[in-house]
T-cell receptor, first 115, second 111 residues
Framework: EAGVTQFPSHSVIEKGQTVTLRCDPISGHDNLYWYRRVMGKEIKFLLHFVKESKQDESGMPNNRFLAERTGGTYSTLKVQPAELEDSGVYFC?????????????FGPGTRLTVL | TQLLKQSPQFLSIQEGENLTVYCNSSSVFSSLQWYRQEPGEGPVLLVTVVTGGEVKKLKRLTFQFGDARKDSSLHITAAQTGDTGLYLCAGINNAGNMLTFGGGTRLMVKP
């Protein structure tokens, strides 16, 4: 069974440009999460989808970030316009169920560098 | 401000030594998880502890959840070079959808 995949693995853009990150969850997983780790800080929650609906987007830093999951399969996270402080590693995770004993499976991350 | 504080941040030991990593919080979590992350990969779940005072063993790794469910520890016995990596603790909220991560402990085991 394929794990969570993310594309691209690396992205280098200039400040002010737009970048779109993609996440393909494990097949059959209704729950999809986005997290990010900026330099020197801990991994932080961004948002949670259940199928195509945003269940919790309390971690989204500002309105330059837009996440979508049309059709309830893969998800995209768009940053527009990108700022220097957006640099970091963006992780996607998926899970079959939501519960405090359930497992979130993480993808390898997309390393975003904003110059 | 980190809700979950891990210590130490870095640890370099010789193969065969024992070590303990700590994860402390001022908040109570529904459960706490430990992950290991390798370079270029995402975190991989090692264990979930739910009950205060719970102890779980995974081969040479022993995980403990504090009685008050605010802190946890990971003890590795007779460390091997293959144990090298970044160890992360994460608390889970009541809804079960949000992980709050600690800053991580980077472990290097030298031969």
């Amino acid at each position: 069974e394929a794990g969570v995949t993310q594309f691209p693995s690396h992205s280098v853009i200039e400040k002010g440009q737009t970048v779109t990150l993609r996440c393909d969850p494990i097949s059959g997983h209704d729950n999809l999460y986005w997290y990010r780790r900026v330099m020197g800080k801990e991994i932080k929650f961004l948002l949670h989808f259940v199928k195509e609906s945003k269940q919790d987007e309390s971690g989204m830093p500002n309105n330059r970030f837009l996440a979508e999951r049309t059709g309830g399969t893969y998800s995209t996270l768009k940053v527009q316009p990108a700022e220097l402080e957006d640099s970091g590693v963006y992780f996607c995770a998926s899970s079959q169920l939501t519960g405090y004993t359930d497992t979130q499976y993480f993808g390898p991350g997309t390393r975003l560098t904003v110059l | 401000t980190q809700l979950l504080k891990q210590s130490p941040q870095f640890l370099s030991i010789q193969e065969g030594e024992n070590l303990t990593v700590y994860c402390n919080s001022s908040s109570v979590f529904s459960s706490l998880q430990w992950y290991r992350q390798e370079p270029g990969e995402g975190p991989v779940l090692l264990v979930t502890v739910v009950t205060g005072g719970e102890v779980k063993k995974l081969k040479r790794l022993t995980f403990q959840f504090g009685d008050a469910r605010k802190d946890s520890s990971l003890h590795i016995t007779a460390a091997q070079t293959g144990d090298t990596g970044l160890y992360l603790c994460a608390g889970i909220n009541n809804a079960g959808n949000m992980l709050t991560f600690g800053g991580g402990t980077r472990l290097m085991v030298k031969p």
